[in-house]
């Protein structure tokens, strides 16, 4: 009986023993199920945040690479300087470091490969923008990247670091080019510009024109050709062609007026050359955007039709002409809150309204659907017309280092990119033929724009376009950033990768062979250096060329003198501190708008002559300006007089025109081409070696 009851003790025991185990065993598999969504998605955050260090690292040792490489061309560059180099400028040293670094990225860096996270078997009918995946009730957003060729499938992660260093082309736009163009416009050297502008316009609008059809027609030819052959891979049309014309019509000879500043080249080359290239980067900027306009009516969009024809050229002269107005209104309203208030006194926060308004011109432009480009360039135009003159003397030097910096900068960077993705980018198509045949059509195409215009500009000037200044012109028509920078833009297309990978090339070449000649070329064309651009030509020189200098007056005088008249006597006293009150040059009833425009500081320096806008119409020597009761004069040393009323007291007009007759000798000594801003109410002078006709 005994031996029974502990049998059933034992065995109540063990049962609930296996039971207790079931129900833990039970709990413990409810708890792991209910807990194992929480420590997968922890885990699945832990994996993010470290993927998403690796990529904060990754980007950071890009950027290390880009920095270091423009330390690096700095360094070479000063070597070359201290050692006098000058067949290789720094842009051409900071392409030739980039190919090392790209060469490097290319083929001496591998990352292991992780095929476990790489599904192959998804098949979609279109390429989406952005695509959600939805994984076990939980929504990811792919953003495309773009085409991966069937040959490079098994090696994504190599083409996801060589993606890496490739920038986006939208940072190219907005963030390197403004300061490079602004600083074009802000640093133009306006004496010589205008002493040109008639022919600097024409090489700019006409010759670039004529250089896009003419290098258009030729490739449309060569395209032709390889499509006979069966060297043409896919769609290339006569618009393709037309827009390739216009990218590579954009000169960049920043290597050339390097070399021409440093050697003091013969000023009104240098101007001919930069104010070319700075104006016709705006023009093919414009030009290929209307171009890519080009919209025939009907299924296909590739046919001449002459309304769509104008159409594109309606568009050209709306976006040129509205970039053109936007940039100068930017600039006026800057002009405007720096003279009406006191920024001056806090020079920081002058110079950082005066660097945001002119960069935020550039992104205005390209918001409301005009050209970036055209606008901060005639932005800076402006800001160095009326601008410069209300910021203080600390404002002025930083705002010119600022933008120096930043070009430099800008520049060396373009073209150290530029040399990295010859390697880098993943979608080149080289073409023999397409090569070879666009090395013939730029070469044709400038020759098409400066031999015939130079001819045709010959005609009318007094001042000949020599015909080694024309050759120099041919040979210095460099590619560069603008070139890079349109043809990088959209490479979604066989045609447009194609015209990319053979634009490198082309920008290559010219400036390493064109850029690194130069000097040689300057001295194969007998072209003269170290010419002050203050003293272009000497005493001899100027008594030699008298009449033919006077005769460049005469023709000049009619060019300018309205816009002076009206730009000294109203726009420089409404939007800066300079030039006369307007009190003195608005009509009487205009009294109480006058004084209201009009600075106290306008007042204070009524007789002295602040015009930095003499620059334009002339240069050195003796001249008096004359606006209500007072003249004002100044003489070639710089120094300031002033008078009573003009021919009243002792002065008389006799003694006026003596004292301009003697301002005349020194402007026709200096070599200055322009004029005086008299009226023509003023009596001609009689004194028949120095006469100023009008």
Not at 377 to 393: E, K, R, V
Not at 572 to 593: D, E, N, Q, V, Y
Not at 668 to 691: A, I, N, Q, W, Y
Request: aromatic share 12%; charged share 15%.
């Amino acid at each position: 009986m005994g031996y029974k009851l502990t049998v059933n003790c034992a065995w109540r025991a063990t049962r609930t023993l296996w039971l207790f185990l079931l129900v833990s065993l039970s709990v413990c598999v409810c708890v792991c199920r209910a807990y194992s969504p929480q420590e997968d998605s922890a885990m699945e955050n832990i994996v993010t945040e470290k993927k998403a260090e690796e990529s904060h690292r990754q980007d950071s040792a890009d950027l290390l690479i880009f920095i270091l490489l423009l330390t690096l061309t700095i360094l070479t560059i000063w070597l070359f300087k201290h050692r006098r180099f000058r067949f290789l400028h720094e842009t051409g040293l900071a392409m030739i470091y980039g190919l090392l670094v790209g060469v490097v990225l290319r083929y001496g860096i591998h990352v292991p490969r992780d095929v476990s996270n790489v599904t192959m078997s998804c098949h979609v009918n279109a390429s989406p923008a952005t695509l959600l995946v939805n994984i076990s009730g939980k929504f990811y957003e792919y953003t495309l990247k773009g085409e991966i060729s069937a040959n490079e499938v098994n090696d994504v992660q190599d083409n996801e670091m060589l993606r890496k260093v490739t920038f986006d082309p939208e940072v190219f736009f907005n963030i390197l080019l403004p300061p490079i163009i602004f600083h074009a416009g802000y640093s133009l050297k306006r004496r010589h510009f205008f002493r040109n502008m008639g022919s600097i316009l024409a090489y700019a609008f006409l010759g670039t024109v004529i250089s896009c059809f003419a290098i258009g027609l030729l490739m449309y030819g060569c395209v032709m050709l390889m499509k006979q052959v069966g060297q043409l891979g896919g769609d290339f049309f006569f618009t393709d062609c037309l827009f390739f014309g216009a990218i590579v019509s954009a000169t960049d000879p920043v290597t050339v007026l390097a070399i021409f500043n440093e050697l003091q080249v013969d000023v009104d080359l240098y101007a001919l050359l930069f104010g070319e290239s700075v104006l016709n980067d705006a023009v093919a900027v414009v030009l290929s955007s209307s171009i890519v306009a080009y919209q025939p009516q009907g299924d296909n969009s590739h046919t001449f039709e002459v309304m769509a024809m104008l159409k594109s050229f309606g568009i050209f002269l709306g976006v040129f002409s509205g970039s053109f107005a936007l940039g100068v209104a930017t600039g006026v309203v800057t002009a405007l809150v720096t003279k009406f208030t006191k920024l001056r006194d806090f020079q920081l926060l002058e110079t950082a309204l005066f660097f945001l308004m002119s960069w935020s011109t550039f992104l205005l432009a390209e918001a409301c659907g005009f050209t970036g480009v055209v606008a901060v360039l005639f932005c800076g135009i402006t800001q160095a017309h009326y601008t410069f003159n209300n910021l203080s003397p600390d404002s002025q030097d930083r705002t010119k280092q600022l933008f120096e910096l930043l070009n430099f900068l800008a520049e060396n960077f373009i073209f150290s990119y530029m040399g990295l993705t010859l390697f880098t980018f993943q979608n080149h198509v080289f073409n023999p033929m397409f090569i070879v045949g666009a090395f013939l059509a730029v070469f044709l195409g400038r020759a098409a724009n400066i031999y015939p215009l130079s001819f045709l500009l010959n005609l009318g000037r007094r001042n000949k376009i020599r015909s080694n200044f024309q050759h120099m012109m041919m040979f210095a028509g460099l590619r560069g950033a603008m070139t890079f920078a349109l043809s990088i833009r959209d490479t979604a297309t066989y045609a447009r990768q194609m015209m990319f990978s053979t634009t490198l090339l082309v920008v290559f070449f010219t400036v390493w062979i064109c850029g690194g000649g130069t000097t040689q070329m300057l001295s194969c064309q007998h072209i003269r250096v170290g010419v002050d651009s203050d003293q272009d030509n000497s005493v001899s020189m100027s008594i030699a060329e008298g009449s033919e200098r006077r005769s460049t007056k005469q023709e000049s005088a009619w060019l300018f003198r309205i816009w002076y008249n009206f730009d000294h006597n109203y726009l420089k006293p409404i939007l800066t501190h300079s030039g006369p009150p307007l009190t003195a040059t608005l009509p009487p009833c205009c009294g109480p708008l006058a004084r209201l425009l009009t600075s106290p500081q306008a007042f204070e320096n009524e007789c002295q002559l602040k015009d930095d806008d003499s620059d334009l119409i002339l240069t050195d020597g003796d001249i008096s300006l004359t606006y209500g009761d007072i003249t004002v004069s100044t003489d070639a040393s710089g120094a300031h007089t002033s008078g009573g009323p003009a021919y009243a007291g002792g002065a008389t007009s006799e003694d006026l025109d003596r004292e301009l007759t003697y301002g005349d000798h020194e402007l026709v000594m200096r070599g200055t081409r322009l004029v005086l801003p008299m009226d023509d109410s003023e009596p001609p002078f009689t004194d028949p070696h120095h006469r100023l006709r009008m």
